[in-house]
């Protein structure tokens, strides 16, 4: 059905420029006619996905209550069932429930990091230094070139020092501050 769509949607556009060279309106409405139709089909496609889910739902809901009433029968025959003929269905938890409340969660993926609550040692010593940290263009954070943020998107390297002169501020998921000014503790 799309590939049907997309070879209207292609005529049309080819219709569209013919009229346009040509000063011809008939090929213009023509374009015209077969966007519609293009739209009517995938508003009927839309229609026609819509009314399989929902003939699908009642299905699988009565297949639940017939298999229900036929353990409810089974159950009430006194027959006692062995642990291996019954089926167990493991439950997913819900997203926030995977792992104990002291496991750190998830690295957030998309939008900003937020920023780090920088201990104010860590920030004197590194707007000295000049090591080399991360931005992405159009986020406020910088970053190590290992936070798990970045990811695939573009960077562009700076030196912290410059970085804080520019107003970007420490990604609270990499922790720059704490941990530059770690390593350079260690080496000093």
Not at 2 to 11: C, F, G, Q, R, T
Not at 141 to 157: N, Q
Request: charged letters at 30%; proline letters at 5%; hydrophobic letters at 40%.
């Amino acid at each position: 059905m799309l590939y049907i769509v997309l070879v209207l949607v292609l005529a049309a556009l080819g219709l569209l420029v013919a009229a346009l060279i040509t000063a011809n309106s008939l090929w213009a409405w023509i374009s015209i006619g077969l966007s519609v139709v293009a739209g009517l089909l995938l508003l009927f496609d839309l229609l026609r996905r819509r009314k399989k889910r929902a003939a699908e739902v009642p299905v699988e809901e009565a297949a639940e209550d017939s298999a229900e009433d036929a353990s409810d029968d089974e159950s009430s025959e006194g027959e006692e069932k062995k642990p291996e003929d019954v089926e167990q269905t493991v439950l997913m938890p819900a997203a926030g429930e995977l792992g104990d409340a002291e496991e750190a969660e998830e690295p957030q993926r998309t939008g900003d990091p937020g920023e780090e609550d920088s201990d104010p040692d860590d920030v004197a010593v590194v707007s000295e230094l000049e090591t080399e940290v991360v931005v992405v263009d159009e986020y406020p954070r910088y970053h190590v070139t290992s936070c798990t943020w970045l990811e695939t998107r573009d960077t562009i390297p700076l030196g912290i020092g410059e970085a804080r002169q520019l107003g970007f501020t420490p990604c609270a998921l990499c922790t720059p501050d704490a941990e530059i000014a770690g390593q350079h503790r260690e080496k000093a």
